[in-house]
């Protein structure tokens, strides 16, 4: 059973509120209930046998955006975040989640995608490049569905940079949304998958935008035993960009003339992988000057809202927490606003482009390309 996990994380969470203040869906919701301490009750209550999984304890459990921040501001980095995903284990293996939750994974057996089918997945690699690649791009799905723009701004990028790349026919969900949401077994099954058509290419390097992917690649895969094999380099499209500029394959020119621009760190590739200092090297390198550092970033930077596809399953919420973090953002009156993954981009741009029109978020090798389209 998942909590058997975390038994030791709910002794110690239960009587604790000393992370409550940085929980970004308690600062939402103001609900105790949404504080690691209420899901620690919660989880001790049902360890107990005292509840049931109960409609609102299970809604509860699947509004926390597993971004972490708890554990990075608890003194013992209890691993709260472990804590709710095993608690979604158990839901999952009495079958109580929410209806949209098992949609999710509906749609990923059907259509190999959350989302559901888009037009883009039918894509093929270029011919020339099907054997024996340097990079294999992999978008992931959100990017897939919902930012289209992010992966032709990369696959500019890429032809600038003159390597040899291609995308796969076909591609699937790595598995992370699965894990996430408690259906481990599942994801583990979808990881195969991905695992063995990825190994079965062997480039030199696996190239993504999104931090869901990364990590999922990085740190999860080898857990069920599916290690890439160690000449494969799996790199974020920020290191990338970062490889290239000291390489000088990419040289900017500083043709990109923003007055001010902010980098918002995405909890995956910042707190969860520790990739901090390429973003802000590449923003710096394009623009010319370093981006402004938000109230909350690095390791402390608060979840915009997206974290575990909550944008897709409570967008409601999700739009509750980015409202948070745009205070720090306008804080900084910055013209441009930068991230490093996809699902951060799609919660800050429906908010930007309803109260603030004159802002822009962008993706960092959006930025990348405005150099090479010549400048703004
Ligand atoms: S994660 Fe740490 S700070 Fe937060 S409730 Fe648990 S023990 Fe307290
Ligand atoms: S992982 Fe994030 S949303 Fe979940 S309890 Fe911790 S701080 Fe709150």
């Known amino acids: 059973m998942g909590i058997d996990h975390v038994r030791e994380v709910i002794k110690n969470c ?53 971004c972490g921040l708890c554990r990075e501001d608890c003194e013992f980095h209890w691993p709260e975040d472990e804590l709710v995903r095993h608690a979604r284990e158990d839901i999952v293996e009495k079958n109580r989640e929410p209806q949209k939750v098992k949609n999710v994974l509906q749609s990923i057996q059907v259509t190999g995608s959350p989302f559901g089918n888009d037009s883009d997945n039918k894509l093929n690699s270029r011919p020339e490049n099907q054997h024996h690649p340097e990079i294999v791009y992999f978008p992931g799905c959100s990017t897939r569905y919902y930012h289209p723009e992010i992966i032709s701004a990369t696959e500019n990028m890429l032809e600038h940079c003159r390597v040899s790349w291609m995308r796969m026919e076909n591609e699937e969900c790595c598995g992370m949304p699965l894990y996430d949401l408690g259906y481990t077994q599942e994801a583990k099954q979808q ?120 944008f897709f399953i409570d967008s409601e919420l999700s739009q509750k927490i980015v409202k948070v973090r745009m205070n720090s953002v306008l804080e900084e009156k910055s013209q441009v606003l930068i991230t490093a993954c996809q699902n951060c981009k799609t919660v800050f741009q429906s908010f930007i482009e309803k109260d603030f029109p004159s802002m822009q978020v962008m993706d960092i090798v959006e930025l990348a390309n405005l150099e090479f389209e010549g400048g703004e």
């Not at 929980?23 to 107990?48: Q, V």
């Not at 290690?227 to 000291?246: A, N, T, Y």
Request: charged share 25%; with cysteine.
């Open 191 to 310: 990881a195969k998958k991905t695992y063995d058509k990825l190994v079965e290419i062997h480039p030199r390097i696996i190239l993504t935008g999104c931090p869901h992917c990364l990590r999922n690649f990085r740190e999860i895969y080898p857990n069920w035993q599916l290690s890439f094999p160690k000449d494969i380099q799996i790199l974020h499209v920020s290191q990338f960009l970062q490889e290239k500029i000291l390489d000088r394959s990419l040289i900017f020119h500083h043709k990109v003339s923003l007055k001010s621009v902010s980098y918002h760190d995405p909890c995956q590739l910042g707190r969860k992988l520790g990739i901090f200092d390429a973003p802000r090297f590449v923003v710096r390198d394009i623009v010319g000057q370093a981006p402004t550092e938000l109230f909350h970033s690095r390791e402390k930077a608060e979840c915009c809202g997206a974290g575990s596809i909550q």
């Open 14 to 66: 239960r009587f604790c509120f000393m992370c409550r203040h940085a929980c970004p869906t308690f600062l939402a919701t103001k609900l105790d209930s949404h504080t690691p301490r209420g899901y620690a009750l919660m989880l001790s209550e049902i360890s107990d046998g005292i509840r049931d999984w109960t409609d609102d304890f299970v809604k509860k459990f699947y509004q926390c955006s597993q």
